[in-house]
């Protein structure tokens, strides 16, 4: 028997030591009864809790999403997890070497301890490593964000671009050909009027010279812009680009997709501009070589101005990885009245396999969508799509046909569906839990490390992050130039012989500007509306165009109604012979949604305008407006 002031330690598992320290360091010392050891093991891991704890309860919502996302904080979490990794490491291992000191088992069980503690070491550095991966996926993204992420794909030059885009780049290159070589004895007169439009550009100050030559060894600097403040309004352009056709070598030479995102922090309203891929008559900012070489505007179809930009150094301002982009902002900024600071551009084929990382996306279809003629995605078939309307549960391929189908609807409807996904992306996608969900992240941030090319400075995504978390998607308003006021069709257009939309920048800049305008009380009425999330087509009732039926739908969304002039039967009414505007109520409609029907009867309210209340259980629309002849032609 050992002397009474002898202590005498009890005989304890190895292998349970190092379990113990596993889960949490200095535990496995407690139980071998070496308390002062454990007791410094736990210290720092207590402590670094603790001022975690801290930093959390003091750290708003905002501020948060702000450090998860923040690079110098990732770079310290990397950091972090790499010390904690070695400081359990050396914990478990000694503990367990503690714990072999006391001799508890024969050889065989000894064995099976060392194995076990193999076992724990493996899923230890395992369970950081997977928390790491994540986190250097994102580090891996502000690298290359911080190398101006643009488009490193080899500069096409103008004889190329008539090989690969075929009849669109052709005239692009003669026209451009046509322009860019003056007479070398001529000189540009700079109050010169531009022929092509119908009224006379504004006067130009600056000394007249001569446009550069392409080969040129002093290509356009860039324009030097003030980085976002976080207070200002803020403006995006995304650009989604066609993924590659048969016969293009997967060169990305269209963007087929323009919108622009448009943000108020101070608000949080929220507004969409999209402009059709065909659009033309686009204004150039006068500072640019281009204005005077091109007449002050881009007079082909916008979605080749990127890959035309891109091999003129001499006439718009960049290197070879953003140029492109930046003519797209600077046009479409003039177009809007906008200062277009940033842009984000993702291949259209890519764009699938983001909506799949964030686990796919439901999207109320409003209407059908039948394509007999939807390209696959290699570009070398047709197949026949349908998308049936309702609620439809989207995976990223679904996503993607459905933002990009353009064969039996016009491309106006393309651009509100694209804007209705991207919108449903962000309603769905929770930042927060995005953010602390390691599989999802990892897989997101895999896929827009490979595919998005942005010139977002780094340190503001943390901030972009918090504001988009904070919008009021419900109050976003939604911005198509669609034919008619915005543009008129224009065919053949000039000396191109191609179908194009001729732009109207007045009106454009003037509505837009006029969405950041609006009133409170407008701006409640509005909501009020919106929460009703009434559908309302619209039909044209007499005889001639549609444009009257375009106009009030326009106005009509704009009052926050999902009001459109459907494709099918071209947007006409049964018969072309109304006089006065129809309101239908469809299954009770006027009841469920009183205020929608309130605002109906309000904006369509000329001497001959009727109500029809109607139970049609198969009906897609919970108001119809047929427009008549006497219907006062509202402004969008």
Request: include cysteine.
């Amino acid at each position: 028997m050992a002397p009474a002031d002898v202590a005498v330690r009890p005989r304890r598992s190895a292998f349970a030591a190092a379990f113990l320290s596993f889960i949490f360091p200095g535990l496995g010392h407690a139980y071998l009864g070496r308390w002062l050891r454990a007791l410094l093991w736990a210290a720092l891991p207590i402590v670094g809790i603790a001022a975690i704890a801290g930093l959390a309860m003091s750290y708003t919502r905002d501020d948060l999403i702000e450090l998860v996302a923040d690079p110098d904080f990732l770079r310290a979490l990397l950091l972090f997890l790499v010390f904690d990794a070695i400081y359990r490491f050396i914990a478990v291992i000694d503990a367990y070497r503690l714990g072999s000191d006391s001799g508890v088992g024969n050889a065989s069980t000894r064995i099976l301890s060392l194995a076990g503690l193999i076992a724990l070491s493996v899923v230890l550095v395992g369970s950081h490593v997977a928390i790491a991966r994540p986190v250097m996926y994102a580090n891996d993204l502000y690298a290359q964000i911080e190398a101006n992420a643009g488009d490193e794909s080899e500069v096409i030059d103008a004889n190329e671009l008539v090989e690969l885009g075929g009849e669109d780049f052709e005239i692009i290159t003669e026209e451009l050909t046509q322009q860019e070589t003056p007479d070398p004895e001529a000189s540009v007169d700079p109050d010169a009027p531009d022929e092509q439009t119908e009224e006379p550009t504004e006067e130009v100050t600056e000394e007249p010279t001569e446009p550069p030559a392409q080969e040129t060894d002093e290509p356009t600097p860039a324009p030097k812009t003030a980085e976002w403040d976080g207070k200002e309004r803020l403006n995006i352009l995304l650009i989604g680009q066609d993924g590659g056709r048969q016969g293009i070598n997967d060169k990305s030479l269209l963007t087929d997709t323009m919108i622009t995102i448009s943000v108020d922090p101070t608000t949080g309203r929220l507004a969409f501009s999209s402009l059709p891929r065909d659009a033309s008559n686009i204004p150039l900012p006068k500072q640019w070589p281009a204005y005077r070489a091109l007449g002050g505007k881009w007079n082909n179809k916008i979605n080749t101005l990127y890959a035309n930009a891109r091999s003129r150094s001499d006439l718009f301002p960049g290197n070879d990885k953003n140029r492109g982009y930046n003519a797209l902002m600077g046009a479409l900024g003039e177009l809007y009245g906008l200062d277009i600071k940033y842009y984000m551009a993702v291949d259209l084929n890519s764009f699938r396999a983001v909506v799949s990382a964030l686990g796919g996306v439901v999207v109320d279809v409003q209407l059908p969508v039948m394509d007999t003629a939807y390209s696959t995605s290699d570009g070398r078939g047709k197949l026949k799509l349908y998308i049936p309307p309702g609620m439809s549960r989207m995976n990223g391929q679904d996503a993607l046909a459905y933002a990009r189908s353009r064969h039996g609807s016009s491309d106006f409807d393309r651009s509100a569906r694209q804007q209705r996904v991207i919108t449903s992306v962000r309603d769905q996608t929770d930042i927060e839990e995005l953010l602390v969900t390691p599989s999802r992240i990892t897989d997101l941030i895999k896929q827009l490390s490979k595919d998005v090319k942005t010139n977002v400075p780094p340190k503001l995504v943390p901030k972009m992050l918090a504001l988009a978390d904070d919008l009021d998607l419900d109050g976003r308003e939604n911005i198509v130039l669609s034919s008619g006021k915005y543009v008129e069709t224009c065919y053949p257009c000039g000396s191109s012989g191609l179908w194009m939309l001729k732009a109207k920048p007045a009106v454009s800049s003037s509505d837009i500007q006029n969405v950041y305008s609006t009133s409170k009380a407008t701006q409640r009425a509005i909501n009020k509306v919106r929460d009703e999330e009434a559908i309302v087509y619209v039909l044209n009732g007499k005889g001639g165009t549609n444009n009257k039926a375009i106009d009030i739908a326009s106005n009509l969304s704009g009052k926050g109604m999902d009001a459109i002039v459907p494709p099918v039967n071209s947007g006409k009414a049964e018969n072309s012979k109304y006089t006065g505007a129809v309101i239908r109520a469809y299954n009770g409609a006027n009841e469920e949604m009183p205020e929608t029907f309130k605002k109906l009867k309000n904006v369509l309210n000329d001497k001959k305008r009727s109500v029809e209340l109607i139970d049609d259980p198969n009906a897609q629309a919970d108001f119809i407006v047929i427009v008549g002849s006497k219907t006062e032609a509202l402004k969008p």
